[in-house]
């Protein structure tokens, strides 16, 4: 039991590297790097990240929700003059997102699955990188949603003609979006090579990993 809390500890610690990856090398690789890290912002990132992979694992009653959130609201309030609001909510937003896929009812698991792996990541990715670039661009949100995307495609693959069409549907979107400038065609192609590459290894060579492990892989692919 005791190892299991550890390996969900250290699921959420990379986890919450992951939020980061994407963002901060955007930031170096674009010269946007005159920041200063922000502590309280931090901490709420890190419960977020608590939440979703160690704490959501222990089934918390609304007792713990509520009183989970009161420590939140004492941090935005700690915050008010040196963190946007907005970023702030956005953050919350995400942590009530996560509260309410507690309560889902079981044939709603693909939503859950859906808000865990696909709108908290992203979101919470766009946060940061709002805090830290002061402003949000086209070519930081479509990659990181596409290949946020590419990984839910592929925690669902299991080799039917739907999950195959998926695949040719993700590809043609990584084409239209770099015919219409959204991302370079580097990123296109890398992004369709990984999806396929892992979504054949998990049917053909029984290679499964969660979720979070294709995320940080993808997220390190389009800094590469």
């Keep these: 039991m005791d190892k299991l809390k550890s390996k969900k ?5 990379v986890e ?3 939020y980061h990856i994407f963002p901060f090398i955007f930031i170096f690789v674009h010269d946007l790097n005159n920041y200063s890290l922000h502590g309280f912002l931090i901490i709420m990132v890190a419960m977020v990240a608590l939440y979703k992979e160690f704490i959501l694992t222990l089934n918390p009653n609304r007792y713990f929700h509520i ?10 309030l700690l915050s008010l003059h040196s963190l946007n609001l907005f970023v702030m909510i956005l953050v919350f937003a995400q942590l009530a997102f996560l509260y309410m896929i507690r309560y889902l009812p079981d044939n709603y698991k693909n939503i859950a699955s859906l808000v865990e792996n696909f709108v908290v990541p992203s979101f919470m990715s766009i946060a ?3 805090t830290y670039m002061h402003f949000i661009s086209v070519t930081f949100v479509v990659p990181l949603l596409l290949v946020n995307l590419a990984t839910v495609l592929i925690n669902y693959f299991e080799g039917s003609k739907l999950d195959y069409i998926e695949l040719i549907a993700i590809s043609v979107l990584s084409v239209l979006l770099f015919l219409l400038n959204y991302i370079s065609m580097w990123t296109a192609l890398v992004i369709v090579v990984f999806v396929v590459t892992m979504s054949l290894l998990k049917k053909y060579r029984n290679f499964s990993q969660p979720n979070l492990f294709y995320r940080v892989i993808g997220n390190l692919i389009l800094i590469i």
């Design 128 to 130: 940061l990188a709002f």
């Design 16 to 18: 919450f590297i992951s």
């Design 9 to 13: 500890l250290l699921a959420a610690l």
């Design 67 to 76: 009183l989970y959130s009161v420590i939140y609201l004492i941090l935005m």
